[in-house]
């Protein structure tokens, strides 16, 4: 027998869940739920299987949903989650899973009284390239680790364009790599000091590098901006993470088709090279299905405890980088140019569906 799951939120992320949802054996897609009428339209055509309604509390209602997938903007994640614990549904929810700190440490309380299976798209620790890294770690044949170093530059959502209240980049997309570094360390963070440039007369950093300590004397550095050619005729990115033992180092990086992993360990020289897998949504997925099966959480899904973390130290991370001078260069006038781009693209990094037509 099939779990009946609902979708809330049918924009980017939505759509991306629905797609694996239809292809995992032990899901069915009951309802999908968007405010938005053209999200709605193409909920219908993509999900001719499912019910399509515009509001959530349709689902919320019907006793045979036994798993929600929230991916709305944060803003409406804390009623839903309050809602899905009171009707004891499952929840997958997009980061972050609320839209304050204070809302998110009560979502967080609210899951962990509940007995329901509960995870953050947090995906990037659940990626097998990062696993492989975390393995050589366990192996000790890099002897210990002291450095995480982690770099994503991308051009990527423009200022002003999409998830403003999830904040600048730094906390929209960076917490993921906050989480990341946090989950390598295997440790909480002690210190930060981080600088970042507000760009195109933005009134946000844009790009913003921090480094610092861990509770474990594990140093990192995270560097993190959506301001990587956001012009450029051929646009690209810059991605990678390096784990540096006393013995031994591994790094990655990847061109989001393909990861390669390199392990440069005392006994053994490995060099792995995969697809790379996306926001890995098919993993998390199988994931929740085995947990929702066993009745055991599997410990891999990353928790919501984990995305609140996250979440608040990306926030410390952007306050204290408006302490150390923030600089702005570039003009309101490029930004603009930036925005008529992007609204152009047929293809490009970060788009949302309902702010290009195109895609
Ligand atoms: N885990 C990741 O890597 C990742 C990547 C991108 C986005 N996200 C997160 O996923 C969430 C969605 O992002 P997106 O890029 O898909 O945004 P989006 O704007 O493309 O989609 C959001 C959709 O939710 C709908 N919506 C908003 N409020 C609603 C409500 N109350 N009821 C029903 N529908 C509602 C909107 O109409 C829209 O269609 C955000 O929180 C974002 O931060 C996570």
């Given at each position: 027998?099939?779990?009946p799951?609902?979708?809330i939120g ?15 054996e ?9 405010n938005d009428?053209e999200s709605r339209?193409?909920?219908r055509?993509?999900a ?16 045979n ?5 929230l ?6 994640r804390l ?5 899905a614990c ?5 929840i ?6 609320a ?9 967080v ?9 509960s ?6 620790q659940?990626s097998?390239?990062?696993?492989a890294?975390?393995e ?40 993921h790599y906050?989480?990341?570094a ?12 981080a600088?970042g440039?507000r760009?195109?007369?933005?009134k ?5 590098q921090v480094?610092?300590t861990?509770?474990?004397?594990i ?8 301001v ?7 646009q ?8 540096i033992?006393?013995?031994g ?13 390199d392990?440069?360990?005392?006994t053994?020289?490995k060099?792995?090279e ?17 947990s929702i099966?066993?009745?055991?959480r ?8 984990d995305?609140a ?10 306050e ?17 140019e930036i925005w008529e781009?992007?609204r ?7 788009l949302?569906?309902r702010?290009?037509k195109?895609?």
């Amino acid at each position: 027998m099939k779990t009946p799951v609902g979708i809330i939120g049918f924009g980017r992320m939505g759509r991306c869940y629905l797609k694996e949802l239809q292809q995992n054996e032990a899901f069915e897609v009951a309802y999908i739920c968007d405010n938005d009428a053209e999200s709605r339209e193409v909920a219908r055509k993509q999900a001719p299987e499912a019910q399509i309604v515009a509001d959530d509390q349709v689902i919320f209602d019907d006793n045979n949903v036994q798993l929600v997938v929230l991916s709305t903007t944060a803003d409406a994640r804390l009623q839903q989650i309050r809602r899905a614990c009171a009707t004891g549904k499952h929840i997958i929810a997009e980061k972050p899973i609320a839209d304050t700190p204070e809302n998110e440490w009560e979502a967080v309380r609210l899951v962990e009284q509940s007995p329901i299976m509960s995870t953050a798209n947090m995906y990037l620790q659940n990626s097998w390239y990062h696993e492989a890294m975390s393995e050589a770690v366990k192996s000790g044949d890099l002897g210990e680790l002291a450095i995480v170093r982690i770099c994503h530059m991308t051009p990527g959502l423009a200022p002003g364009e999409g998830h403003e209240s999830e904040g600048p980049s730094f906390h929209d997309c960076g917490m993921h790599y906050v989480n990341l570094a946090r989950w390598l360390a295997q440790s909480e963070y002690k210190t930060w000091h981080a600088q970042g440039i507000r760009m195109w007369d933005w009134k946000d950093p844009w790009w913003l590098q921090v480094h610092g300590t861990f509770e474990n004397g594990i140093v990192y550095d995270i560097t993190q901006g959506f301001v990587y050619g956001q012009l450029s005729k051929d646009q690209t990115h810059n991605s990678y993470v390096e784990l540096i033992g006393t013995k031994g180092f591994c790094r990655m990086k990847h061109d989001f088709k393909t990861a390669v992993v390199d392990i440069h360990g005392v006994t053994e020289t490995k060099h792995i090279e995969r697809p790379h897998g996306g926001k890995n949504i098919d993993r998390l997925i199988a994931l929740m299905a085995e947990s929702i099966e066993t009745g055991k959480r599997n410990i891999c899904m990353p928790s919501f405890r984990d995305s609140a973390i996250a979440s608040e130290y990306a926030w410390k991370m952007l306050e204290d980088a408006r302490k150390n001078e923030l600089p702005s260069i570039g003009t309101h006038e490029e930004l603009e140019e930036i925005w008529e781009h992007r609204r152009n693209l047929k293809d490009g990094y970060g788009l949302l569906p309902r702010l290009n037509k195109n895609v």
